[in-house]
């Protein structure tokens, strides 16, 4: 029989994470290639969690969200980044931040508009374009001299065109770990001003950028951002909650609208009883975000340690749940091939960066692995991978 998946779609099989958690399962491995923590999220939120189920929020929520989870991220976007929002007509929860990314390219591209994003990328945006009919612009990012990654201005100025509709940027950036400095994303808004393009954000990981000399800028905060860019994030990263899929997307009513008129049709609503809990979380004192970032930040410095052991390159995290490691000094060429040897090997999992490029070759020697794990597991993975 031929395949009864449309056209478009065939490039997409299973996703790395699915092939590579089922993987880990299956070897009995270490997992240190999904992004997921091993350790729940704060108490009080799960306590509200619980409540909630208990007492009836249970049915369907209004469109746009819970007005008490609406409330919690106006109260969070002034908070942590100075933005003024509108809980009535700024702010829709979705489906995790997948559905908000999603939503927003549905609602937003016509097929054949042109998207520009920074490769690798997180896997739903290659598919979300497809789904849309828009075509793809990917700038690649690549390690500097130091390991930082950095983009091409020449590169970026090359991508847009009169077909451009909008930016899709992610930082801090999945999988690099690259935090995008306030002077990069300076060139990137006056690109979305000179373009009068859109910027759609994925700043999932806006708690999780460790150096303090470069923090976590939301491009919406620079001039004449504010008014194009909708800004998506998610409560499973920052609350350690990723199976709970509540994510948000906030900015200008109008983006807000077109994302939210895709949702309606997509889930409607989603997550009754895990949104007040939500609103829960997101209001915890400001010790909550420092211990998150602290904790993660040392997680990463430990798995870090432990891989430059083992013998890998190791290229610097600036942020998020993840570093990347060059395997060509242990001997690996292909990310794919020694992925997929490394559970046999030493009974460990990462991912293959290469996945996520639209040029293979940029990442073919890079490996992704996911530090937001127990230091136990970091110690006995790195143990492991000593053993190589
Ligand atoms: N964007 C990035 C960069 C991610 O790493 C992830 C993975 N969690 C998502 C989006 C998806 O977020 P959610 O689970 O809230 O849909
Ligand atoms: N965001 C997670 C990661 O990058 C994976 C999420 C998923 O499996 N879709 O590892």
Not at 73 to 96: K, M, N, S
């Amino acid at each position: 029989m031929t395949d009864p998946l449309v056209e478009r779609m065939r490039p997409f099989g299973t996703t790395i994470f699915s092939e590579m958690s089922a993987l880990a399962v299956r070897t009995g491995s270490i997992n240190l290639g999904q992004g997921f923590p091993d350790t729940d999220g704060p108490p009080e939120m799960l306590a509200a969690a619980a409540e909630a189920l208990r007492s009836g929020a249970n049915q369907y929520t209004p469109l746009p969200g819970i007005p008490a989870l609406r409330a919690a991220i106006v109260a969070h976007e002034q908070r942590f980044w100075g933005l003024t929002v509108d809980p009535d007509t700024e702010v829709v929860v979705t489906a995790g931040a997948t559905e908000a990314i999603a939503a927003a390219i549905l609602g937003l591209c016509e097929a054949g508009d042109e998207v520009v994003c920074f490769e690798p990328y997180y896997d739903s945006y290659a598919a979300s374009i497809t789904l849309a009919g828009a075509v793809r612009r990917p700038v690649t990012l690549r390690p500097g001299p130091d390991g930082r990654y950095l983009f091409d201005e020449a590169e970026l100025r090359a991508a847009f065109g009169p077909r451009t509709r909008l930016v899709l940027l992610n930082s801090p950036h999945n999988p690099t770990g690259k935090v995008f400095t306030r002077d990069e994303l300076t060139l990137i808004a006056s690109l979305c001003t000179q373009h009068d393009v859109y910027a759609v954000t994925d700043e999932v990981y806006e708690h999780l950028a460790f150096t303090d000399a470069e923090p976590h800028v939301p491009i919406s905060t620079l001039p004449g951002m504010r008014e194009r860019t909708l800004r998506i994030s998610s409560a499973g990263k920052t609350f350690s909650c990723t199976g709970w899929k509540i994510g948000w997307a906030t900015g200008p009513a109008a983006l807000v609208s077109a994302a939210q008129r895709v949702k309606q049709f997509l889930t409607f609503v989603n997550g009754s009883p895990l949104q007040p809990a939500v609103a829960v979380a997101l209001g915890l004192p400001d010790e909550y975000y420092a211990d998150f970032r602290s904790g993660l930040q040392s997680r990463r410095d430990r798995l870090t340690a432990g891989l430059v052991e083992a013998g890998f390159r190791v290229l610097p995290s600036e942020g998020t749940y993840f570093v990347t490691a060059d395997i060509t000094p242990v001997g690996g060429t292909d990310g794919v091939d020694f992925c997929r040897e490394l559970p046999e090997r030493c009974g460990v999992v990462a991912v293959p960066t290469q996945v996520f490029y639209d040029h293979k070759d940029e990442g073919r020697h890079l490996i992704r692995f996911a530090f937001c794990k127990r230091e136990e597991v970091i110690d006995e993975a790195a143990k492991r991978l000593a053993g190589l």
